[in-house]
């Protein structure tokens, strides 16, 4: 049967990847369903184009044909962390009845999430050793390699893919989040590494390759705005936007970064008009969810902490409503209840922020004792709460307490195998010694793993322990970038305002 179904599915590959490059061989897809595969590569075309809400639309048009496609289990774009379990495991049973390509990429995925950073590795230098003439392997290893902050050795790997198949999305998106901001949650080359003409180039590649992704184009305004070139920006969203109504595609991406945009800008009440508009375009809850919390922290960016909290309360009692499942719901209240931490603790509310804190961590035991057991995911959600605690105890001043949180959460992390395990309780001991009149100590734990590219929080803590101690040039490097970090993070949203004003004193 094994046979059959990607025999099947080889003539489909043929046919869907006539006009790409000829040396390109894409990697084998298994399943009984030839239209199920038409159903997959259309929603890998959306994810290409960076329409994450449009794939699990095909994706799960695959899988009415065809559940045990490993591929579409795998990758399907699921909010309900339930269901998402479900898929993942179901790709992990199915993984001996596919292809070594197929099997390779679920081996990854499952060594990424249990932070067997090497394992992945070692799997994408199999992938392309039995596929090498693909440029999607030389993706997937280097997506791996990225994983362990070895930049170049991922860009190398990129740029192998783009040898290949220079029309490549996938390799031009990934090289383009290395210079600059193009996703929540992303890890970018320190900034004196950064190369925006490069990124500039890959951006114009992307939008000749498929001139009718609005996501391309929001791209090249995101570039501007990070140069605070807000006014050239707007016309870039303007055309995104353009692009995605003309086409009825989903628009509340487009309509908060617009409301980024004006928020850094200064321009405040129309950003949140545009916030609002964004969660009013929302076309499932979990995307409602993320508008949120881009608004949340645009009053953070300002410091206005009470009206954080207002907007935080207000949809918590209107999130019943909004149509989650009952693990999706506690897992997006965590999402909100803890901005509402971030402003009640920065605002120095001890009692309100420890029954915040409290309250997401019940969230996170509900979610939980809703789902099936899980190690790693039970392991993460003792980081946060533990985490959480030692933060909290920080910001109060509390350091003995503190510092107790921070050796329980050090016998958790230090057994992780990852670049970035150990950055949130170094970057805390750092603050902790900051406060206790220990610049010098503060700035051992503070080493160029923070930088204000990716920490933007801590970053501003190491800028203060580097003007205690009057390395003056340096502090005011850091106090810069951060009064001109242009993106919606929680961490910048917190200590923008604070650098400015560091660079006014």
Not at 143 to 149: L, S
Not at 485 to 492: H, I, K, T, V
Request: charged share 25%; proline share 3%.
């Amino acid at each position: 049967m094994k046979i059959d179904r990607i025999a099947l599915l080889s003539l489909s590959l043929i046919l869907l990847t006539g006009c790409a490059q000829e040396q390109d061989v894409p990697l084998p897809v298994t399943s009984s369903s030839v239209e199920a595969v038409e159903h997959f590569n259309t929603g890998r075309k959306h994810s290409s184009n960076h329409d994450f809400l449009l794939q699990p639309q095909y994706f799960k048009k695959a899988l009415a044909l065809d559940p045990d496609f490993v591929l579409a289990n795998l990758w399907i774009n699921e909010p309900d962390p339930s269901k998402w379990a479900v898929h993942r495991q179901k790709a992990i049973d199915n993984k001996g009845k596919v292809s070594d390509a197929e099997r390779i990429l679920v081996e990854m995925a499952v060594a990424q999430r249990e932070d067997r950073l090497t394992d992945a590795v070692r799997l994408g230098e199999e992938l392309i050793e039995k596929y090498p003439n693909s440029s999607d392997s030389y993706v997937y290893l280097g997506n791996a390699i990225r994983g362990v902050n070895d930049f170049d050795g991922a860009e190398d790997n990129y740029r192998k893919a783009l040898e290949i198949n220079p029309k490549n999305l996938r390799a031009l998106w990934q090289l383009t989040s290395h210079h600059m901001n193009v996703y929540i949650g992303q890890v970018m080359r320190p900034k004196e590494e950064q190369d925006r003409t490069l990124a500039r180039k890959y951006i114009d590649k992307m939008i000749e390759v498929s001139p009718d992704a609005g996501s391309f184009l929001q791209m090249r305004g995101n570039l501007l705005r990070a140069q605070s070139d807000f006014e050239n920006a707007k016309e870039w969203y303007s055309r995104a936007l353009e692009s995605r109504e003309s086409q009825n595609l989903p628009k509340a991406g487009i309509l908060g970064v617009i409301a980024h945009n004006l928020l850094f800008n200064g321009e405040v009440e129309e950003a949140h008009e545009f916030y609002n508009r964004s969660i009013a375009a929302s076309v499932r809850p979990g995307q409602k969810i993320g508008q949120w919390n881009f608004k949340l922290q645009a009053y953070l960016f300002v410091g206005d902490y009470s009206g954080a909290v207002e907007a935080a309360d207000n949809v918590l009692a209107e999130m019943d409503g909004f149509g989650f499942s009952e693990a999706a719901l506690y897992q997006n209240m965590q999402a909100i209840e803890f901005r509402k931490f971030l402003a009640e603790a920065h605002n120095q509310n001890r009692e309100k922020a420890y029954k915040s804190m409290n309250s997401l961590a019940s969230y996170r035991a509900k979610e939980n004792s809703l789902l099936a057991e899980d190690d790693i995911r039970e392991r993460n959600f003792k980081i946060g709460d533990v985490q959480n605690h030692a933060w909290f105890y920080l910001l109060f001043g509390e350091y003995d307490k503190a510092e107790s949180k921070l050796e329980e959460l050090y016998a958790i992390v230090s057994k992780i195998e990852s670049p970035t395990a150990l950055i949130d309780y170094r970057a805390m001991k750092g603050m902790i010694a900051l406060s206790t009149g220990n610049p010098a100590e503060a700035l051992d734990y503070m080493d160029d793993n923070i930088d204000t590219e990716n920490y933007q929080y801590y970053s501003y803590y190491k800028g203060l322990a580097l003007k205690a101690l009057d390395r003056n040039e340096e502090a005011r490097s850091i106090f810069q970038a951060l009064a001109n970090y242009n993106f919606n993070s929680w961490g910048a949203s917190l200590v923008r305002t604070l650098a400015q004003k560091q660079l006014a004193s």
